[in-house]
């Protein structure tokens, strides 16, 4: 699909942002491009028997600093960081939703897992107390449409209201979807993004036992190592991004502050196995020519690619191989970082927080780094913007999720002229 229709072009007007590099947007971006690591060892739950013991933790957040008391303690803590986000991201764009507005503004937040501590802590009460006990929020709590129902009602936006599952890719869905809604007419405007809390004891046993998860415990500011040859796996992080889109002219109307527009929204499917992908990376290059494609936007006009790089041994090689396979010679002049070498991997949040952080490069004509790049591996050996930030005039940007079970996405950004 491209942009002809009804010629309706969708910007970027608002950014919020809960991350373990911080809960602002400008205290977030100045430890990006620093090359600061949000990895710490675990120490809120007992983890001696989990080989992976370390995550990019939020160890700053206070719910009632965003949420009314009673109504948080009500939310899971992926909700509660969403409400936040967004909360943020409204202010950012100085938008006011009121009865004139609320049907045209809608909702749309992804997550991986949902609840996965509310689901822990009363499966343990039901376990030890008996079903009596079991909180009768546990339900509206730990569905996975919570975040995008409870910025709903908080926020009073009555447009449309979803959420998407698609594991790693839920957040970048969520964007795609809303730039989607916007441009067929369904919405004027979106709060767009995902949101994740899973450092868990289940989350993290779960994902170690799958040795998808760093081992490297004694040196946790080191563990996240994407496209390194001494890579041994992802860390698991938490947080939410959010992006307030919108039609352009009803950005102009308001007369709001535009970060940048979304070009491109690119699908593909691996129809291949339940968490790797095909090795010659030919889905994924086609997700990101679908994107291309969808925004006319030639091969040679992307500045910088966001990878999902997330540090396990087979992703980062066969996503070397698709940005090979989708640009050619070219590949080798792009600057690429994973910005999860610092973040972690915040599964369903990892796309919409790394959606700000490329609406920010745009912004700035800066690259964050990968860290922790220190002896490439040999199947990867294009411009990863090693170890530290540079800065480059980014005019074009595109940003990659590829999630559990086959799902990849490709989102596109570029300078609003």
């Known amino acids: 699909m491209r942009n002809e229709n009804g010629g309706r072009r969708v910007v970027v007007t608002g950014l919020g942002i809960i991350s373990p590099l911080g809960l602002e947007v400008d205290k977030f971006w100045n430890n990006l491009i620093s090359g600061k690591s949000g990895v710490s060892r675990i120490e809120h739950f007992d983890v001696e028997k989990i080989a992976s013991r370390i995550a990019a933790q939020i160890k700053d957040f206070k719910p009632e600093d965003y949420i009314d008391f009673k109504q948080a303690r009500r939310m899971d803590r992926f909700a509660q960081f969403a409400v936040a986000a967004a909360s943020d991201a409204i202010k950012d764009s100085g938008l006011k939703i009121d009865p004139v507005n609320e049907d045209k503004i809608g909702v749309l937040i992804g997550s991986g897992v949902g609840g996965l501590a509310t689901l822990e802590q009363q499966h343990e009460k039901l376990l030890s ?152 990376g030919v889905n994924a290059a086609r997700c990101m020519k679908n994107c291309l494609n969808e925004g006319e936007i030639k091969l040679e006009e992307v500045d910088y690619i966001n990878a999902h790089g997330t540090a396990t041994p087979l992703n980062d090689a066969i996503e070397t191989a698709a940005i090979k396979r989708c640009f050619g010679e070219y590949a080798y002049n792009i600057n690429i970082s994973s910005t999860k070498s610092m973040v972690g991997h915040c599964l369903g949040a990892s796309g919409a927080i790394e959606a700000v952080s490329v609406v920010l490069t745009i912004i700035n004509d800066t690259i964050p780094p990968t860290i922790n790049l220190d002896n490439p591996d040999e199947k990867c050996d294009l411009n990863y913007t090693a170890k530290v930030s540079q800065k480059r005039e980014v005019n074009m940007a595109i940003s990659n999720s590829m999630g559990f079970g086959g799902h990849n996405v490709t989102l596109g950004f570029k300078k609003y002229l």
Do not use: W
């Open 129 to 280: 107390k008996g079903a009596d006990k079991v909180s009768p929020f546990v339900i509206p709590m730990m569905i996975c449409n919570m975040a995008a129902a409870q910025v709903s009602i908080i926020s009073g936006a009555k447009g449309p209201v979803g959420t998407t599952t698609t594991a790693c890719a839920a957040g970048s869905n969520a964007i795609g979807d809303a730039f989607e809604i916007i441009k067929r007419g369904d919405a004027e405007i979106m709060i767009a993004g995902g949101s994740e809390a899973a450092i868990t004891p289940l989350g993290m046993a779960g994902f170690s036992n799958m040795q998808a998860l760093s081992s490297r415990n004694d040196e946790p500011e080191k563990a996240s190592r994407p496209f390194d040859k001494d890579r041994d796996g992802f860390v698991m992080g938490e947080g939410c991004g959010i992006l307030i889109l919108e039609e352009l002219k009803s950005a102009l109307k308001r007369d709001a502050r535009i970060y940048c527009e979304i070009f491109g929204y690119g699908l593909s499917g691996e129809a291949y196995h339940i968490t790797a992908l095909e090795e010659s």
